[in-house]
């Protein structure tokens, strides 16, 4: 009788994998008195809390964290988070740290959101056993490095498998996430900002983004900027000699063009022709669209 054919079990997947470096692992286990800040980190990171609680403070908000959660600490924000000194049960954590281009993107598919820090997992155990496995490839070797990069990559994949979406707990009516994109907005108004970079400070989605504008705003995150930039720049036209060229790019234009273009579909005249109609002149005032917290009606500026 002739032998059963060879059976080949193949997988065909083009990955791309996310722009993200390994930074660090590390655990700690039975305190009783446990603390970290105030501080800013320089990266990433992200800790699950195997058992005990306490308390974690981001940018100035207080989450209570216990056993069975996880929470991200972004990069360069404030931060603080203790041990509850009165717990019945001691505090255990383990965590990772990541940096790179697409650190922001990973915690916004792992579920965190700058609202929501603190998510809930099904189970810890898989976290612990990653995080020890890369403590034992602590000495600096080119294959240690890649054994860690993976393992960081298992723990990320392995927590967006874990933990519940929070996308049907956002609430687009929600004025806080309103108030902290137009705010980043007018931070970052002289760079060539895009409404991804929006939604990634925020740790929500592009699409959830545009709903909290259109909900709130009448309007699209794109548009918002667009005049938020040309609004800002024609208060520079009116009061100084800075030439248009400088102008465009200082609010992020590739071109004089493109930003004389976009001045022209606000404003109804060229930058040019604003110039000579309204130098200065005391009565006049252009209107800066500003943060929520200053607006007297979110819906009516735009």
């Given at each position: ?36 800040g105030p ?40 931060t ?51 995080v ?27 927590l967006?498998?874990?933990v ?55 309007i ?13 720049a ?5 009061h ?5 060229a ?57």
């Amino acid at each position: 009788m002739p032998d059963d054919p060879m059976l080949t079990v193949t997988v065909t997947h083009d990955v791309k994998p996310p722009r993200i470096l390994f930074r660090g692992a590390a655990r700690e286990e039975g305190v009783t008195r446990s603390s970290w800040g105030p501080n800013v980190r320089d990266d990433v990171s992200v800790r699950v809390v195997l058992s005990g609680r306490g308390e974690f403070m981001l940018d100035g908000v207080n989450h209570h964290v216990r056993a069975g959660q996880a929470f991200a600490i972004p990069k360069d924000v404030p931060t603080f988070y203790h041990t509850d000194f009165h717990a019945p049960q001691p505090w255990s954590l383990c965590w990772v740290n990541f940096d790179g281009p697409d650190a922001g993107d990973v915690l916004q598919r792992c579920g965190f959101t700058v609202l929501k820090p603190v998510l809930n997992l099904e189970d810890v155990t898989p976290f612990d056993e990653i995080v020890g496995h890369m403590l034992a490839y602590s000495d600096r070797s080119y294959s240690n490095g890649m054994m860690l990069q993976g393992l960081l990559l298992a723990f990320l994949s392995t927590l967006i498998g874990s933990v519940t979406s929070v996308a049907e707990d956002l609430d687009p009516r929600d004025n806080r996430y309103l108030d902290a994109a137009v705010n980043y907005i007018h931070e970052h108004i002289n760079e060539p900002l895009q409404v991804a970079d929006v939604a990634a400070a925020l740790y929500i989605s592009r699409a959830y983004l545009c709903t909290v504008f259109q909900t709130n705003l009448k309007i699209t995150p794109k548009i918002f900027i667009m005049k938020a930039k040309i609004f800002q720049a024609a208060e520079d036209i009116r009061h100084s000699p800075v030439p248009i060229a400088q102008l465009a790019e200082r609010y992020g234009y590739a071109t004089p063009f493109a930003f004389s273009k976009s001045f022209k579909r606000i404003m109804g005249m060229s930058p040019r022709d604003f110039r000579e109609r309204f130098s200065a002149p005391d009565d006049l005032v252009v209107e800066q669209y500003r943060p929520p917290t200053v607006r007297r009606s979110p819906a009516s500026r735009l």
